[in-house]
């Protein structure tokens, strides 16, 4: 059957070479599988009194998580770490309490930075946040992307040929992957 993956960018740049990334993914990755990126520049600060009449912003997108059967979660590191709207949007679908939406869904880290670190320290912060969230995450490859001249263009498509190979291999891991979570 169709495998949906729920995209989380966590970039609101509109030349965000994160999304690029995302795009090359899909790109690479089986027909079965599709790829649905999760709005979330139109959410609200994370607030606890939302816990009492969640904003419309937040159903929504609880319920795209929810209802994906897998994860994908592309960064940047911002001063080391996750973008803040990132992790704005996971505290929002992972609230109220006791209606984690993100709650034993198969997901994997991968993220790209005009640095050399390749935001591996992003990576890990986030890492830490999903397994809290229950996300049983892919640990190898990791996927930290160097950036540099137009290694992905606007489409998705990859200028260099050892990362395309490279990218492959995440990916044919990454489908195994969500599968083990999806027999049948
Ligand atoms: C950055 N950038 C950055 N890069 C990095 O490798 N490590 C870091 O800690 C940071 N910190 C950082 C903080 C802030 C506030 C900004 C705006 C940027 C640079 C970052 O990799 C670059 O802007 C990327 O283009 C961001 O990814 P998107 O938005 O293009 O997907």
Same mark, same amino acid.
């Given at each position: 059957g169709n495998i949906r993956v729920a995209v989380c960018v966590g970039s609101l740049r509109k030349e965000s070479i994160n999304r690029r990334l995302a795009l090359a993914v899909a790109r690479l990755a089986p027909k079965e599988f599709s790829f649905e990126h999760v709005r979330i520049d139109d959410l609200p600060l994370y607030n606890q009194d939302f816990d009492g009449d969640?904003?419309? &912003?937040?159903?929504?997108? @609880? !319920? !795209?998580? #929810?209802? #994906?059967?897998? +994860?994908? *979660?592309?960064?940047p590191e911002y001063n080391r770490s996750i973008p803040g709207v990132l992790k704005n949007a996971? $505290? =929002?679908?992972?609230?109220p309490w006791g209606t984690n939406s993100f709650a034993g869904k198969p997901g994997a880290v =991968?993220?790209?930075?005009?640095?050399?670190a390749g935001t591996a320290l992003s990576q890990q912060h986030l890492r830490n946040v999903l397994a809290y969230l229950d996300v049983p995450l892919l640990a190898q490859p990791e996927v930290f992307i160097? *950036? @540099? $001249?137009?290694?992905?263009? #606007? &489409?998705?498509?990859? #200028?260099? &040929?050892?990362? !395309? @190979? *490279? +990218?492959q291999g995440f990916v044919d891991r990454y489908v195994a992957w969500v599968k083990r979570f999806h027999q049948g």
């Amino acid at each position: 059957g169709n495998i949906r993956v729920a995209v989380c960018v966590g970039s609101l740049r509109k030349e965000s070479i994160n999304r690029r990334l995302a795009l090359a993914v899909a790109r690479l990755a089986p027909k079965e599988f599709s790829f649905e990126h999760v709005r979330i520049d139109d959410l609200p600060l994370y607030n606890q009194d939302f816990d009492g009449d969640y904003p419309l &912003e937040g159903t929504r997108v @609880k !319920q !795209q998580v #929810a209802t #994906a059967d897998a +994860l994908l *979660f592309v960064t940047p590191e911002y001063n080391r770490s996750i973008p803040g709207v990132l992790k704005n949007a996971i $505290d =929002i679908a992972s609230r109220p309490w006791g209606t984690n939406s993100f709650a034993g869904k198969p997901g994997a880290v =991968i993220g790209t930075s005009v640095g050399t670190a390749g935001t591996a320290l992003s990576q890990q912060h986030l890492r830490n946040v999903l397994a809290y969230l229950d996300v049983p995450l892919l640990a190898q490859p990791e996927v930290f992307i160097h *950036f @540099k $001249d137009d290694l992905i263009d #606007a &489409e998705g498509h990859i #200028a260099n &040929e050892g990362t !395309q @190979k *490279f +990218l492959q291999g995440f990916v044919d891991r990454y489908v195994a992957w969500v599968k083990r979570f999806h027999q049948g």
